[in-house]
């Protein structure tokens, strides 16, 4: 099939299937629907995914922590020493960045929002404003506009897209491989049903993380014990040789 140019109808129609074929067999395997990991206030969440750049989970998760609690709320976070909140998130990579734009950030949101400190007035915006009202904020881009909406308390329809999710999209033929992170995110994210819930569109990018972590590795994918080799021409390739 022709994967890489959705330019028609009946193109997108195709990888729309494919895309749902691939949902439903990773699902039998990681057990849908899934959980949601985190039950936090969309401001919180968006702090948690700031930290969490370029950090292993474990890293991101102790620098949120350590923020929470030697700081009273987001607005003592801002107002602090910048050098207080680097000591705070020590354990992330590159926490001479994060912390100035963490209260860049926070500071920004406080001005747009009269003072109020919050982004819990995204519920009352559509999807589609909310993720630019997010994205004009600084370090703020698709995957991190997805996992506010979609990771908080808010559990709005949005698709984010992590380098696993990514490079199994590729391997699948659901996007070329010259698509960067940030682009694949509208164009995966259209071939998901429109009626589909927000669960389901969760389902759908943890289900393609964990097959990433636990399957299709960047290096040496177990492809023989893979439920979907049958519809990926990587894998089939792969093992011929
Ligand atoms: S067959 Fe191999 S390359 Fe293809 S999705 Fe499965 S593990 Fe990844």
């Given at each position: 099939m022709s994967a890489h140019n959705p330019s028609t109808s009946?193109?997108?129609?195709?990888?729309?299937?494919?895309?749902?074929?691939?949902?439903?067999?990773?699902?039998?395997?990681?057990?849908?629907?899934?959980?949601?990991?985190?039950?936090?206030?969309?401001?919180?969440?968006?702090?948690?995914?700031?930290?969490?750049?370029?950090?292993?989970?474990?890293?991101?998760?102790?620098?949120?922590?350590?923020?929470?609690?030697?700081?009273?709320?987001?607005?003592?976070?801002?107002?602090?020493?910048?050098a207080d909140v680097m000591h705070a998130i020590a354990a992330v990579t590159w926490p001479e960045q994060k912390a100035p734009r963490i209260q860049q950030v926070l500071r920004l949101i406080s001005d747009r929002q009269k003072g109020d400190l919050t982004l819990d007035f995204l519920v009352d915006l559509p999807v589609p404003a909310a993720r630019a009202w997010l994205e004009s904020l600084p370090g703020v881009g698709p995957k991190t506009s997805a996992a506010v909406l979609s990771f908080s308390q808010l559990r709005r329809r949005a698709l984010p897209v992590d380098s696993h999710h990514h490079r199994v999209a590729i391997r699948l033929d659901l996007i070329p491989p010259t698509i960067a992170v940030g682009p694949a995110h509208a164009l995966l994210e259209a071939q998901l049903p429109d009626d589909w819930t927000a669960q389901q569109v969760y389902d759908n990018h943890e289900v393609m993380m964990l097959h990433g972590q636990r399957c299709c590795y960047y290096q040496n994918p177990a492809c023989e014990r893979c439920a979907v080799l049958d519809l990926c021409r990587f894998g089939q390739a792969k093992l011929q040789r």
């Open positions: 009946s193109a997108l129609a195709a990888l729309q299937q494919r895309a749902v074929l691939i949902h439903e067999r990773l699902c039998a395997v990681y057990g849908c629907p899934i959980a949601y990991f985190h039950n936090l206030d969309p401001l919180s969440e968006l702090i948690s995914s700031l930290l969490s750049h370029r950090t292993r989970n474990a890293d991101s998760g102790r620098a949120f922590k350590a923020l929470r609690r030697q700081f009273a709320n987001w607005e003592a976070v801002r107002d602090a020493p910048v």
